[in-house]
């Protein structure tokens, strides 16, 4: 999938709700709950930042990916991208609230 395919096919206001329903929260100097909107702009900026066009060669042969916020993204060799949101899998006080953990993603790696 082509990056704006990924961002298309992902389930940001999945993602939204449930940061809503446990109040996960983006800090810095203040902490908030970004909107759909503003989590879209930044997967994008994720996902252009590890684009392996202008890269070298050894760089070219392997897989990229980094995560921030929750939102993790991917880029193969041959420059297909892939996008997950990186839930708290462990997170005990979570698992004590019964909080259902969504697994929410798209693009490659992901693809049926």
Known sequence: MTKDEVIEAF???RMHDYMVAVNWTWGGSISYIP????????????LDSIDIDGKDQNERDESQFTTSGGIM????????????FDRPV???RLIRK???I???????????
């Open 35 to 46: 909107s759909i909107y503003k989590m879209k702009e930044f997967a994008r900026e994720l």
């Open 90 to 92: 462990n997170d005990r």
């Open 11 to 13: 389930d940001f206001e």
């Open 102 to 112: 969504p697994t929410i993603e798209a693009g490659w790696m992901y693809e049926e």
């Open 98 to 100: 019964g909080v259902k």
């Open 73 to 84: 993204v991917f880029c193969s060799f041959n420059r297909e991208f892939g996008l997950r």
